[in-house]
């Protein structure tokens, strides 16, 4: 069973940093695509960032390309996502996703099997 487990919100001004954690367990994850989503109240889940196990291959949605950076760690089994100039409109729950890439639509939160918790991510003005 495939366990995905955010850390790293937190409530950060305008401008500032934060880190994001997503510790995978349970799979053989070479395979796989972790992407990173986020929602704010009253809104859809949208798609911030993915990355392919096998070749680190990376891709962003526009609203936060130059100011996040996806990462993984083989040996830690662990996807970060890095932020920064965050801006108040970055305020959001933060889930971690992950599935076996098939080169579908990784931007959509359909393609996606397995979903963390969420950690929250507040930025103040």
């Known amino acids: 069973q495939v366990q995905l487990v955010e850390s790293g919100g937190g409530l950060v001004q305008a401008g500032g940093s934060l880190r994001l954690s997503c510790v995978a367990s349970?799979?053989?994850?070479?395979?796989?695509?972790m992407g990173w989503f986020r929602q704010a109240p009253g809104n859809e889940r949208v798609f911030v960032s993915a990355?392919?196990?096998?070749?680190?291959?990376?891709n962003y949605g526009d609203s936060v390309k130059g100011r996040f950076t996806i990462s993984r760690d083989y040996a830690k089994n662990t996807v970060y996502l890095q932020m920064d100039r965050l801006k108040p409109e970055d305020t959001a729950v933060y889930y971690c996703?992950?599935?076996?890439?098939?080169?579908?639509?990784?931007?959509?939160?359909?393609?996606?099997?397995?979903w963390g918790q969420g950690t929250q991510v507040t930025v103040s003005s």
């Open positions: 990355i392919r196990w096998g070749d680190g291959r990376t």
């Open positions: 996703a992950a599935d076996l890439y098939s080169g579908t639509v990784y931007w959509r939160p359909s393609a996606y099997t397995y």
């Open positions: 349970g799979g053989a994850f070479s395979s796989f695509i």
